[in-house]
């Protein structure tokens, strides 16, 4: 997959697959990151740096502007399902990078022929959650959850999620 570029303003930003040579500009990210590990504990506060380093075998993509990163995507596969998880530094909250990064995990997801991916949020995070309600994502009994069935068919998030989500990859470890 190609980087993706997009002009906002005068800001340009570019979405692309992440590499080793990215963690200190991700360590340097999170070091200022908002809001800091709430109830799911994301990001860890603190040193960033083990918890990127435990994600180094899962699907990573940046967003950076300049020489900056300025957001961060994983998929976190596990067995024919994946969780995802998408952070999008404050100060470039609003342009819809947040969306670009989520749409590279989808496509990953779907190359890779997964059955379903998940992710988690604080029930607060209305951005967030409304971006995966837009991209077809269903939301459960547990308003963190949200759920998308890359199959076509029913999908009940309740009950399709339980062993998934009693192990999540991207959470501190």
Same mark, same amino acid.
């Given at each position: 997959?190609?980087?993706a570029?997009?002009? @906002?303003?005068e800001?340009?930003?570019v ?5 080793? *040579?990215?963690i200190?500009?991700l360590?340097? %990210?999170?070091a ?5 590990g709430?109830?799911?504990g994301?990001p ?21 502007? !300049?020489?900056r990163?300025?957001?961060h ?9 994946? =969780?995802?998880?998408?952070?999008v530094y404050?100060?470039?909250r !609003?342009?819809?990078l ?5 749409? =590279?995990?989808l496509? =990953?997801?779907?190359q890779?022929g997964?059955r379903?991916?998940?992710? %988690?949020? *604080? ?5 967030m ?8 994502? @269903?939301?459960?009994s547990d308003?963190?959850?949200?759920t998308?069935?890359l199959n076509?068919g ?6 399709a999620m ?12």
């Amino acid at each position: 997959m190609s980087a993706a570029t997009d002009t @906002v303003g005068e800001l340009c930003t570019v979405v692309r697959r992440a590499t080793a *040579e990215d963690i200190d500009a991700l360590v340097a %990210m999170y070091a200022s990151f908002e809001p800091r590990g709430g109830p799911l504990g994301l990001p860890p506060r603190g040193d960033s740096r083990p918890w990127l380093e435990s994600l180094a075998n899962d699907t990573s993509f940046v967003a950076t502007a !300049g020489d900056r990163v300025v957001g961060h995507a994983v998929l976190c596969v596990n067995g024919d399902s994946a =969780e995802l998880a998408v952070f999008v530094y404050q100060n470039f909250r !609003g342009i819809h990078l947040g969306k670009r990064l989520l749409a =590279e995990l989808l496509a =990953e997801a779907r190359q890779k022929g997964l059955r379903r991916v998940w992710g %988690m949020t *604080e029930p607060d995070n209305l951005p967030m959650l409304r971006l995966a309600v837009s991209l077809g994502f @269903v939301r459960g009994s547990d308003p963190a959850l949200f759920t998308l069935d890359l199959n076509a068919g029913p999908h009940d998030p309740d009950t399709a999620m339980s062993s998934e989500v009693s192990r999540p990859c991207v959470s501190p470890r």
